[in-house]
Nanobody, 119 residues
Framework: QVQLVESGGGSVQDGGSLRVSCTASGRAVSNWILGWFRQAPEKEREFVAAIAYGPTSTAYADSVKGRFTISRDIGKNTVYLQMNRLKPEDTAVYYC????????????WGQGTQVTVQG
């Protein structure tokens, strides 16, 4: 199993930037795909981005493509989500998640971190 701890987030003006981080601990961290989800008030949790072990193995939701970048520091077991050109509709609690390589279900979740974009 792996444990996830998020950091970062906060409040920013429309068009601003923020970075959230997620540090994983446990066994065989490199075998887990790490990703970010978000949940806005009264909305369903939605996928944002994910990254596998290699730096080219990334995926993004259409709503964030070109604005958000996910990256992974293997040595630090940390995944970052750099969020640029933020919009008020990006306001949500952002959750780090992990799933075992080759599986479909995200089975491990962080506690979440709030991102607020003021219009």
């Amino acid at each position: 199993q792996v444990q996830l701890v998020e950091s970062g987030g906060g409040s920013v003006q429309d068009g601003g930037s923020l970075r959230v981080s997620c540090t994983a601990s446990g066994r065989a961290v490199s075998n887990w795909i790490l990703g970010w989800f978000r949940q806005a008030p009264e909305k369903e949790r939605e996928f944002v981005a994910a990254i596998a072990y290699g730096p080219t193995s990334t995926a993004y939701a259409d709503s964030v493509k070109g604005r958000f970048t996910i990256s992974r520091d293997i040595g630090k077991n940390t995944v970052y989500l750099q969020m640029n050109r933020l919009k008020p509709e990006d306001t949500a609690v952002y959750y780090c998640a992990a799933k075992w390589r080759g599986t479909q279900e995200w089975t491990v979740w962080g506690q979440g971190t709030q991102v607020t974009v003021q219009g």
